[in-house]
């Protein structure tokens, strides 16, 4: 009788309340004739104070499911490991933490931009151009300086890809890739201080 294949591929990072009950189905992708069996095994790991990030290891799963008894040839597929985020209420409300946040954002950079344009004497830069162009002197060169002012938010929409929700292309804007590569490398970091935590617990060498 041939040995029945069980297909594996544990996912990169699940939210979860404090406190649930973890099953397989939460941590991996299952692909198997008995699918909904080991979908359902519990992963009794966590309790409600184990803090904000945990691991669950690709080992963890494995072992679960052969003490439950399920011969079979498991291949596996994917990360080792699966992070897992809980999910607690937030204190303060969505809407008005996007509200102080974009007050100060939008204080700072408009405090940026003028002492920017202090810094280079722009005022005098514009009075100049328009001199050159029209021989006149003007303490105000509006024609100039609304399109320039214009020109400052259109170039910035253009930079970071973005009309509030609406994007022009599919491209990732800078901030989406900062905040991507900020968010592998916060990954990475709890994932090689579980496995360090791990290795000191069982009296192992850290390294």
Not at 16 to 32: E, H, S, T
Not at 69 to 79: E, K, L, Q, S
Not at 83 to 111: C, D, H, M, R, Y
Request: glycine share 8%; aromatic share 8%.
């Amino acid at each position: 009788m041939a040995t029945k294949q069980i297909f594996l591929q544990m996912r990169k990072r699940i939210q979860i309340r404090p406190g649930q009950n973890l099953r397989v189905k939460d941590v991996a992708d299952i692909l198997a004739e008995n699918k909904e069996e080991i979908e359902n095994l519990p992963i009794n790991r966590f309790g409600k104070h184990e803090g904000k990030l945990a691991v669950v290891e690709l080992m963890d799963v494995l072992q679960v499911i052969q003490r439950a008894g399920c011969p079979a040839d498991i291949r596996t597929i994917g990360p080792p490991q699966t992070l897992v985020e809980f999910k607690t209420p937030a204190p303060i409300p969505g809407w008005l933490a996007v509200a102080g946040v974009w007050s100060i954002l939008f204080v700072g950079s408009g405090l940026a931009i003028m002492n920017f344009h202090t810094d280079v004497s722009m005022k005098e830069v514009h009075e100049r151009i328009f001199y050159l162009m029209t021989g006149v002197k003007k303490s105000k060169p509006l024609i100039l300086q609304i399109p320039y002012s214009f020109g400052i938010g259109l170039g910035m929409v253009l930079f970071f890809n973005h009309v509030f929700r609406k994007k022009f292309n599919d491209e990732p804007t800078p901030l989406e890739l900062e905040v991507f590569l900020y968010q592998e490398n916060i990954d990475q970091y709890v994932i090689d201080h579980e496995k360090s935590q791990k290795r000191r617990d069982s009296g192992g060498p850290s390294g």
